[in-house]
């Protein structure tokens, strides 16, 4: 099975401020997605942002954006201007391109966004 | 309609009950997944269903079972629950073209 590591279990950021939250995983495929999840308190899983592993471009939507680092499988999430609805869990999650459906979560990041 | 619906929202049943969640999704997708969640942990993989077919489960309690009976909806029955066994139980599913999951809101169950 592979291993997504995320060693920040909390994070706090000043509201409008900057924020990195970091991951890492452990794979010898060279065909995989990487993704970062939030769950807000309500608790509905939201899709932030996606990286296929054959671009080299690093993903962005809108404030959000990844470092995406393959020979060091790392996969940073990068929040900007940081919004007080920003607060939840944030769950990196990877998926083999080739070998099945399965996803494979880190342990996740409490983000706290500071008023 | 982009959504995967979940019914109930919440549950609380005692251990003797038999209950079912229900998930439903009208994306097309072929894979439906069921998860469960405990507060701030990671979503834990039960069941994934591809074509209809139960593809992958990841040893699951026989108190736990599964069912596809179309394309578009997926149901866990629930016998005999343990309280350890209260969580959020989160349904997913994934189109064949598309590489993310997307989530249901869940059911958060209580067992007495």
């Known amino acids: 099975a592979q291993t997504v590591t995320q060693s920040q279990p909390e994070m706090s950021v000043q509201e409008a401020e900057t924020v990195t939250l970091s991951c890492t995983y452990d794979?010898?495929?060279?065909?995989?997605?990487l993704f970062w999840y939030k769950q807000p308190p309500s608790r509905q899983m939201i899709l932030v942002i996606r990286?296929?592993?054959?671009?080299?471009q690093n993903a962005t939507e809108n404030r959000f954006s990844v470092n995406f680092q393959k020979a060091a499988k790392s996969f940073s999430l990068k929040i900007s201007d940081s919004q007080l609805g920003d607060a939840a869990m944030y769950f990196c999650?990877?998926?083999?391109?080739?070998?099945?459906?399965?996803?494979?979560f880190g342990t996740g990041t409490s983000l706290t966004v500071i008023p | 309609d982009t959504e995967v619906t979940q019914t109930p929202k919440h549950l609380v049943m005692g251990m003797t009950n038999k209950k079912s969640l229900k998930c439903e999704q009208h994306?097309?997708?072929?894979?439906m997944y069921w998860y469960k969640q405990k507060a701030k942990k990671p979503p834990e993989l039960m069941f994934v269903y591809s074509y209809e077919k139960l593809s992958i489960n990841e040893s699951v309690p026989s108190r736990f079972s599964p069912e596809c009976p179309n394309s578009s909806l997926l149901n866990l029955h629930l016998h005999a629950l343990q309280p350890e066994d209260s969580a959020l139980y989160l349904c997913?599913?994934?189109?064949?073209?598309?590489?993310?999951?997307?989530f249901g809101s869940g059911t958060q169950l209580s067992v007495l």
């Open positions: 997913a599913s994934m189109g064949q073209n598309d590489e993310k999951l997307f």
């Open positions: 999650a990877y998926r083999s391109a080739n070998t099945g459906n399965q996803f494979y």
């Open positions: 794979t010898s495929e060279s065909d995989y997605y």
């Open positions: 994306m097309g997708h072929r894979a």
């Open positions: 990286q296929e592993a054959y671009k080299q």
